[in-house]
């Protein structure tokens, strides 16, 4: 299959102009000038040709929850679904993500392993949807957040247990709920740490053994620096909540840039409601938070919390524009969209970028991101592993 357009972005702001991709099977073989390359069809003899389009990576959404429906209650919405009804409603919310030009995302949380099944069900083609890197079961202490999803643990052994389990299903990725959330009703509050030290040491070894990355959700500056502490690699959320308001610690985001911990702030697609719900100058203090990581050097990544209250599985072209809110470049935006997170969920090396030997995870839309994000959101084709989907 050879993709045309008038631009291919090749790099960190850098477009190659009238430029092709040529795909074989699921992998990209050559990126170049159109007219080098427009004799090479492929085995297919497919040739789709965009004169006034953009093709960019695929988009990554590094932190979603596909078993949460994104409603008002999304809890009590899970525990009336069975596994059956649960996964074919998955099945939806993959295919919406993947509509969106979202090719890759990574599931952080879900019940008896279905974004695990889910995700082999995409591998294999037998359903539309993006590569689902998940997390399996997170792990919490007992009446902590999000327990209802079966990851309770106390102690080292349990929790090196449960992180066992996870990996023997086939997570890329490990879950630690290290503060306390919002969604979990009755539990400890999202300042508020849940493990002692040497359990989140213990979760961390037991992964890093096998090369499989943590990340940490943490609302509160304790649990963020006790994450650090422990050698996560990735910082979910990351507000640096106290119980009277917010403590960004210096020293601990200086480690978070020197250890090269990703930063996902977990954006709400909703975010310019955030003044209403918690008032003007909270709502400004949470975003400068944002704006003095990124202006520090952390290495920030897009992610939606897609499936908890009021974020959908359609919501991280409008989440991106909060960044573009704060005065973020948008070649900087979509990097944490695609390389940036694909280096985060460590698939650095096959996707998120556009180059020959990496998976053919491509985004065809018309106008420049470059110049308006919203571009984004003007589909012309989306390529998965690929395949054109066609919805």
């Given at each position: 299959m050879l993709i045309t357009a008038s631009r291919v972005l090749t790099g960190s702001g850098t477009y190659l102009e009238d430029?092709?991709?040529?795909?074989?099977?699921?992998?990209?073989?050559?990126?170049?000038?159109?007219?080098?390359l427009a004799d090479r069809v492929g085995e297919d003899g497919k040739h789709l040709a965009f004169p006034h389009a953009t093709v960019v990576p695929g988009l990554i959404d590094a932190h979603v929850h596909?078993?949460?429906d994104g409603g008002g209650d999304p809890v009590a919405t899970l525990d009336e679904s069975s596994d059956e009804t649960l996964l074919e409603d998955m099945r939806r919310r993959a295919e919406q993500l993947l509509s969106r030009g979202v090719t890759t995302v990574r599931d952080l949380g879900?019940?008896?392993?279905l974004a695990l099944r889910l995700g082999e069900e995409v591998?294999?083609?037998?359903?539309?949807g993006p590569r689902?890197?998940?997390?399996?079961?997170?792990?919490?202490?007992?009446?902590g957040h999000c327990h209802f999803l079966g990851g309770e643990v106390s102690g080292v052994d349990q929790v090196r247990d449960l992180v066992r389990r996870n990996l023997a299903a086939g997570a890329?990725?490990?879950?630690a709920m290290v503060t306390g959330g919002g969604l979990t009703k009755d539990g400890p509050k999202s300042w508020q740490s849940q493990f002692t030290p040497e359990e989140l040491r213990a979760l961390v070894d037991e992964a890093h053994k096998v090369g499989v990355p943590v990340a940490a959700h943490a609302h509160g500056t304790e649990g963020i620096a006790a994450a650090v502490e422990a050698g996560v690699d990735t910082i979910e959320h990351c507000t640096w909540l106290t119980a009277d308001g917010f403590d960004l610690r210096q020293d601990i985001l200086k480690r978070i840039v020197e250890d090269g911990i990703a930063v996902c702030p977990a954006v709400s697609p909703h975010w310019q409601m955030l003044p209403r719900f918690f008032g003007e100058d909270r709502a400004a203090a949470m975003f400068d938070l944002v704006r003095q990581m990124a202006e520090a050097g952390a290495k920030l990544i897009a992610g939606t919390d897609a499936g908890v209250q009021r974020a959908g599985f359609d919501g991280l072209v409008p989440a991106l524009s909060f960044y573009a809110h704060l005065g973020l470049p948008h070649s900087k935006i979509l990097d944490?969209?695609?390389?940036?997170?694909?280096?985060?969920?460590?698939?650095?090396?096959?996707?998120?970028r556009i180059a020959p030997g990496f998976r053919a995870d491509l985004l065809v839309i018309e106008g420049d991101p470059l110049e308006d994000l919203n571009a984004l959101g003007a589909i012309r084709a989306v390529v998965a592993a690929g395949r054109h989907y066609e919805p």
């Open positions: 430029g092709a991709v040529l795909v074989e099977g699921d992998s990209i073989v050559a990126v170049g000038p159109r007219v080098q596909l078993a949460f879900d019940r008896h392993g591998s294999r083609g037998g359903v539309a689902i890197v998940s997390a399996g079961t997170p792990a919490t202490p007992p009446g890329g990725v490990i879950k944490m969209a695609t390389a940036d997170a694909a280096d985060a969920l460590g698939l650095g090396g096959t996707t998120g």
